[in-house]
């Protein structure tokens, strides 16, 4: 069973760079055929995919993004991370990071707690 | 990017009443393979979503069979059978067949 834990800034300045980490224990990220992906929800409304690195490094990112975003993946801390850039209130969000086989087209299989991230001056 | 309607938005339940969610794609889910990557999530207040169904409507460990998905190509439906008072929350669809992978605006279900 797979266990996911973001950590990360819960305050962040608008126009700052928000970096955020996800850890995974009970399996590697390099996993064959899993799939790892950030995933925010604003408060009181729905899902928005960020984007999704693969067990191979391959990085997908969502083009309805509209803030320069980065994806990386690093297998020596079994971590993956996101940094999101030219922060507004409009980014003011729960993030969760989550994983899953098969690109993730039947959905996370598994998800972190998530971390509330508040952009405000 | 593929949108995903769900209706209704607010569904008042009866306890031990059927209950019936609606989402609907702005393109066909069937993939290239064949499968049509359409999936449920619920959540209840405070906590991540947990997926109920995947692949249209095949449920995941766990899951009451009170919960069945049905559907295709655009069209699909996510029906419990005798609502239960754990069944409250927000139940979200989701799709897997487009990048990027969308989910609808959510359904909240309330005794």
């Known amino acids: 069973q797979l266990h996911l834990q973001e950590s990360g800034p819960g305050l962040v300045k608008p126009s700052e760079t928000l970096s955020l980490s996800c850890t995974v224990s009970?399996?590697?990220?390099?996993?064959?055929?899993?799939?790892w992906a950030w995933i925010r929800q604003p408060p009181g409304e729905g899902l928005e995919w960020i984007g999704t690195v693969s067990y191979s490094g391959d990085i997908y990112y969502s083009p309805s993004l509209t803030r320069p975003v980065m994806i990386s993946a690093d297998t020596s801390k079994n971590q993956f991370s996101l940094k999101l850039s030219s922060l507004t209130a409009a980014d003011t969000a729960i993030y969760y990071c989550?994983?899953?086989?098969?690109?993730?087209?039947?959905?996370?299989?598994?998800w972190g707690q998530g971390t509330q991230v508040t952009v405000s001056s | 990017d593929v949108v995903m309607t769900q209706s209704p938005l607010s569904l008042p339940v009866t306890l031990g009443q059927p209950a019936s969610i609606s989402c609907r794609s702005s393109?066909?889910?069937?993939?290239?393979?064949?499968?049509?990557?359409f999936n449920w999530f619920h959540q209840r207040p405070g906590q991540a979503p947990r997926r109920l169904i995947y692949k249209v409507s095949n449920r995941d460990s766990g899951v009451p069979d009170r919960f069945s998905g049905s559907g295709s190509g655009t069209d699909f439906t996510l029906k419990i059978s005798r609502v239960e008072a754990e069944d409250v929350g927000v139940y979200y669809c989701?799709?897997?067949?487009?990048?990027?992978?969308?989910f609808g605006q959510g359904t909240k279900v309330e005794i």
């Open positions: 989550v994983g899953g086989p098969w690109g993730l087209r039947f959905g996370p299989d598994y």
């Open positions: 009970g399996g590697s990220i390099s996993s064959p055929n899993y799939f």
């Open positions: 989701m799709q897997g067949t487009h990048w990027p992978h969308t």
């Open positions: 393109q066909s889910l069937v993939y290239s393979d064949g499968h049509t990557y």
